[in-house]
């Protein structure tokens, strides 16, 4: 190569070539300095994700709300259908009741209802023995909206008749007339207003096997006569009964004489010759409490045979308050009888009462109740001998359902004449 052009080589080719590499390669680390770092990518990125699921969720959120929307849409439909068929079945109802003439107006079947109550006892002491005590068929009938029927038809110790333990009887069977809402009439055989358990005595709204003596020996449970009685009943609790019916006619001699209990006549053929008159106040204006006192006169309890008038009041008042678990029961009823012949034997004076705590509590199987009771009466307490009976009862009820009911109790009895005893019973009842 000639010297100049080495020089012009070396003066202007070279430092050309020289820029032009150094330019080429400067590109490629500019662009480099302009990106973002790895850390500066994985924040972007982390970044974007979180962006994403949060709309995701809100996407799902939305998702969900209009399920919802559409479920309660649909459950909102079927209330609406099932109203409207209630609606339909109501109107066409109401058709049928104004075809047949009125809301009483129904087939007789419609208007006719059956119930009854049933209880048997097993009795382990002085004697054992199973039986059948009471079996009750309830019918009743509604002729219109202001008159109805009822009647009740019971079988004691299961078998009746000639030479038989038990007997057929009929406890109820009166017309019963509204005279107004708070006021009712009936005319007929029904049961006395008296005592806890005479109106009221199926076997799952007591305790004890057995009922208790003294609404049996002083108060004749249960006792139905035959006459016409007024009801009426206030907005304040109160209730009154009147009633005047057929009378006792209690035994003159032998060892029954003057005994109440002897003197049913269950309205069949009964000697009408003297009457009786009933009138009881009650207040029920509190929950669980049932309070009333009752009076009865009774125009002669021999019914003309005697040549003196055997007139008779009786006097019984009770309580039974319930609150929560806890209940009690009290009684007391005393008849004073008149006349020479009852005075004679003691028995112008008889009386009793008793007292009974409870404690009821629910369990899965059902409610279970725990009872105390002592009962005392005297049917002649105007002898000076001391001829008081006194009983002390204890057991347990078990309720399977609120209708059926199983028993157990001991009863510590210890009369005036003196043959103590103790008996343990079982029980099973229901009613409908």
Same mark, same amino acid.
Request: net charge negative; no cysteine; proline share 4%.
């Given at each position: 190569?000639?010297?100049?052009?080495?020089?012009?080589?070396?003066?202007?080719?070279?430092?050309?070539?020289?820029?032009?590499?150094?330019?080429?390669?400067?590109?490629?680390?500019?662009?480099?300095?302009?990106?973002?770092?790895?850390?500066?990518?994985?924040?972007? $990125?982390?970044?974007?994700?979180?962006?994403?699921?949060?709309?995701?969720?809100?996407?799902?959120?939305?998702?969900?709300?209009?399920?919802? !929307?559409?479920?309660?849409?649909?459950?909102?439909?079927?209330?609406?259908?099932?109203?409207?068929?209630?609606?339909?079945?109501?109107?066409?109802?109401?058709?049928?009741?104004?075809?047949?003439?009125?809301?009483?107006?129904?087939?007789?079947?419609?208007?006719?209802?059956?119930?009854?109550?049933?209880?048997?006892?097993?009795? +382990?002491?002085?004697?054992?023995?199973?039986?059948?005590?009471?079996?009750?068929?309830?019918? !009743?009938?509604?002729?219109?909206?202001?008159?109805?029927?009822?009647?009740?038809?019971?079988?004691?110790?299961?078998?009746?008749?000639?030479?038989?333990? &038990?007997?057929?009887?009929?406890?109820?069977?009166?017309?019963? +007339?509204?005279?107004?809402?708070?006021?009712?009439?009936?005319?007929?055989?029904?049961?006395?207003?008296?005592?806890?358990?005479?109106?009221?005595?199926?076997?799952?709204?007591?305790?004890?096997?057995?009922?208790?003596?003294?609404?049996?020996?002083?108060?004749?449970?249960?006792?139905?006569?035959?006459?016409?009685?007024?009801?009426?009943?206030?907005?304040?609790?109160?209730?009154?009964?009147?009633?005047?019916?057929?009378?006792?006619?209690?035994?003159?001699?032998?060892?029954?004489?003057?005994?109440?209990? =002897?003197?049913?006549?269950?309205?069949?053929?009964?000697? +009408?010759?003297? &009457?009786?008159?009933?009138?009881?106040?009650?207040?029920?204006?509190?929950?669980?409490?049932?309070?009333?006192?009752? !009076?009865?006169?009774?125009?002669?309890?021999?019914?003309?045979?005697?040549?003196?008038?055997?007139? !008779?009041?009786?006097?019984?008042?009770?309580?039974?308050?319930?609150?929560?678990?806890?209940?009690?029961?009290?009684?007391?009823?005393?008849?004073? $009888?008149?006349?020479?012949?009852?005075?004679?034997?003691?028995?112008?004076?008889?009386?009793?009462?008793? $007292?009974?705590?409870?404690?009821?509590?629910?369990?899965?199987?059902?409610?279970? &109740?725990?009872?105390?009771?002592?009962?005392?009466?005297?049917?002649?307490?105007?002898?000076?001998?001391? =001829?008081?009976?006194?009983?002390?009862?204890?057991?347990?009820?078990?309720?399977?359902?609120?209708?059926?009911?199983?028993?157990?109790?001991?009863?510590?009895?210890?009369?005036?004449?003196?043959?103590?005893?103790?008996?343990?019973?079982?029980?099973?009842?229901?009613?409908?």
């Amino acid at each position: 190569m000639s010297q100049p052009l080495h020089t012009f080589t070396k003066l202007v080719i070279r430092p050309l070539v020289i820029l032009g590499f150094a330019s080429i390669a400067a590109v490629p680390l500019v662009r480099a300095a302009e990106l973002p770092s790895p850390e500066q990518m994985w924040a972007m $990125i982390q970044k974007q994700q979180a962006q994403i699921a949060a709309l995701t969720e809100r996407v799902e959120a939305a998702e969900a709300r209009t399920s919802q !929307a559409q479920q309660q849409l649909v459950a909102t439909s079927a209330r609406v259908q099932a109203t409207d068929d209630k609606v339909e079945a109501t109107s066409a109802y109401v058709e049928t009741l104004a075809d047949r003439g009125g809301a009483s107006g129904g087939a007789w079947y419609d208007r006719t209802s059956l119930g009854g109550y049933g209880e048997m006892h097993m009795n +382990f002491g002085g004697g054992n023995e199973i039986d059948f005590h009471r079996w009750v068929l309830f019918v !009743a009938h509604e002729f219109n909206d202001r008159i109805r029927m009822f009647s009740e038809i019971e079988l004691e110790h299961s078998l009746a008749g000639d030479g038989k333990p &038990g007997e057929v009887e009929l406890e109820q069977a009166f017309v019963e +007339f509204d005279l107004s809402e708070s006021s009712l009439a009936r005319a007929g055989l029904f049961l006395v207003p008296v005592g806890l358990i005479n109106e009221t005595h199926e076997p799952a709204t007591f305790y004890g096997v057995e009922r208790n003596r003294v609404e049996n020996q002083i108060i004749p449970t249960t006792w139905w006569e035959g006459g016409v009685s007024l009801s009426q009943q206030t907005d304040a609790g109160f209730s009154f009964d009147y009633a005047m019916h057929s009378g006792l006619n209690v035994p003159t001699t032998g060892s029954n004489a003057y005994r109440i209990r =002897s003197g049913r006549q269950k309205v069949a053929e009964a000697a +009408f010759d003297a &009457g009786a008159a009933t009138v009881r106040a009650r207040y029920t204006g509190i929950p669980g409490l049932d309070v009333a006192v009752t !009076a009865q006169y009774q125009q002669d309890m021999a019914q003309g045979t005697l040549s003196e008038s055997i007139d !008779a009041l009786l006097l019984a008042l009770h309580a039974d308050w319930r609150a929560g678990p806890w209940g009690v029961r009290a009684l007391y009823a005393r008849w004073d $009888i008149n006349g020479a012949a009852p005075a004679a034997l003691g028995r112008d004076e008889q009386y009793g009462f008793y $007292i009974e705590p409870s404690y009821r509590f629910a369990t899965s199987l059902g409610d279970v &109740g725990i009872f105390g009771r002592f009962s005392s009466y005297d049917r002649e307490a105007g002898a000076g001998a001391n =001829s008081v009976d006194d009983y002390f009862d204890i057991g347990v009820n078990w309720w399977p359902h609120e209708a059926v009911v199983l028993k157990a109790d001991v009863q510590f009895a210890k009369p005036a004449n003196g043959n103590d005893d103790e008996t343990v019973n079982l029980g099973v009842g229901y009613h409908f």
